[in-house]
């Protein structure tokens, strides 16, 4: 890092105004961390034979392997290998804006797939089927991999696969992928409240697998709120395959800046075969600032040995001190419980009770009210009551 700062300061790259405008935060004799291990592509299959070339609908297997920087297979290596395969390099010219340079590049951002794989012993594969939208004219594609075992790191790419032209086999599917919608995590139950800044949670599958290399006109994974098609969010970077698998995956987006009050998002996934599916949530956005509970329950109800109680707020991401006061219907308190939790989404559920009163005791059968009072890290509070009944 110190050389390369020591080269932008020279006379003869830099002019008068900005030789002196780039600073290097930190120690310059670090190096950066790259992977000590290499990640290289043994072989690639369609339908069982050795091939070079990745045809649109092939399926497809490629075999890897991890090695020292010595050449040796690093047979102790066990972890996770994550690969992107890309279609071929696109020109891309500036838009000469703002008095800038017209200039063309080239740029490999067409991704044909990502995911993941297990690695065993320093050995891995993963397939896929090839989409329908890949540039039919044949040139070298990319593999890009990157791979962490509990010690260790690998990173690699391989440019020497060639992408193009059609599979001579024909894939017979006119159904579109499944979709489920969440925010945050898969507790979202639609509706639900959220604060300004959720996660689009996205899980899909499909038997072909997903379309993510945005070729095609109108392909694109996107998504939409409250029917704002003029301000598409293109999604096709942010879907990752499963482990071990391209018929499912993920996809998480992070939104930002919502308005106040109730919204609906109406996601479009295509499969490889340029087959389309849509799904809709809705939910109502709360600022932050304003902590609320929008519901209070537990389960079972009616209890007879145990319960938990569960409650949705709009502080994802929070720590708070959860505190639950259970009364008789005529209001005598009969058992009080107090944790601290770590939020990950809109909807807690792990406080249990056992059906006790302080004292240990074993609460008659009855209706009882409960109240939860929460209350963040930085002062924020909220509660909100409910009923539960006990049977024996």
Same mark, same amino acid.
Not at 9 to 28: A, H, T, V, Y
């Given at each position: ?13 830099? *002019? ?11 120690? /310059?004799?670090? &190096? ?17 034979? +050795?091939?070079?070339?990745? !045809? ?16 040796? !297979? ?13 279609? !071929?390099?696109?020109? =891309? ?46 040139? %070298? ?14 990173? #690699?790419?391989? @440019? ?18 499944? $979709? ?10 639609? #509706? ?12 899909? &599958? ?6 993510? =290399? #945005? ?10 709120? *409250? ?6 969010? $293109?999604? %096709? ?16 987006? /992070? ?42 329950? %537990?389960? /079972? %109800? ?20 959860? @505190? ?26 792990? $406080?249990?009770? *056992? ?11 009855? $209706? ?11 002062? +924020?509070?909220?509660? @909100? ?5 006990? =049977?024996?």
């Amino acid at each position: 890092m110190g050389d390369v700062i020591r080269l932008s300061k020279r006379e003869n790259i830099s *002019d008068g105004n900005n030789e002196r405008r780039f600073i290097l935060l930190g120690d /310059p004799a670090l &190096s950066i961390a790259f992977p000590r291990l290499n990640i290289l592509t043994d072989s690639v299959t369609t339908y069982g034979e +050795l091939t070079d070339t990745l !045809k649109a609908l092939a399926n497809v297997q490629i075999y890897g392997s991890i090695h020292e920087l010595s050449g040796e !297979k690093a047979t102790s290596f066990n972890g996770t290998v994550y690969m992107e395969v890309f279609d !071929k390099p696109e020109n =891309i010219t500036t838009l000469e804006s703002n008095g800038g340079l017209n200039a063309t590049f080239q740029l490999q951002k067409s991704v044909l797939y990502k995911g993941k794989a297990q690695v065993v012993n320093g050995n891995f594969s993963f397939n896929f089927i090839v989409p329908k939208d890949i540039a039919y004219q044949y040139g %070298n594609g990319k593999l890009s991999y990157y791979a962490s075992s509990s010690t260790l790191d690998a990173s #690699g790419y391989d @440019k020497s696969i060639i992408i193009g032209g059609m599979s001579k086999n024909i894939l017979n599917d006119n159904e579109g992928p499944n $979709i489920h919608l969440f925010m945050n995590d898969q507790k979202f139950v639609n #509706g639900q409240t959220t604060d300004e800044n959720p996660v689009l949670l996205a899980l899909v &599958s499909d038997s072909i697998g997903i379309n993510t =290399i #945005g070729n095609g006109i109108g392909h694109d994974i996107v998504a939409v709120i *409250d029917g704002d098609t003029e301000s598409p969010m $293109i999604l %096709n970077d942010f879907y990752e395959a499963n482990l071990n698998t391209y018929k499912s995956g993920v996809i998480r987006y /992070p939104l930002s800046g919502l308005s106040e009050g109730n919204h609906t998002l109406q996601i479009k996934v295509w499969d490889v075969c340029n087959n389309s599916s849509t799904s809709s949530i809705d939910f109502e956005v709360v600022k932050s600032s304003k902590f609320i509970i929008n519901q209070v329950y %537990n389960y /079972p %109800n009616p209890m007879s040995e145990a319960t938990t109680f569960a409650f949705v707020h709009n502080q994802s991401g929070k720590e708070m001190n959860v @505190k639950i006061d259970i009364f008789s219907i005529d209001g005598r308190l009969q058992r009080n419980i107090q944790k601290n939790i770590a939020t990950e989404g809109y909807r807690t559920d792990i $406080i249990g009770w *056992d059906g006790n009163d302080s004292h240990g005791n074993r609460l008659r059968q009855g $209706i009882y009210i409960f109240r939860v009072t929460l209350r963040t890290t930085d002062g +924020l509070t909220a509660e @909100k009551t409910g009923k539960l009944v006990i =049977i024996h």
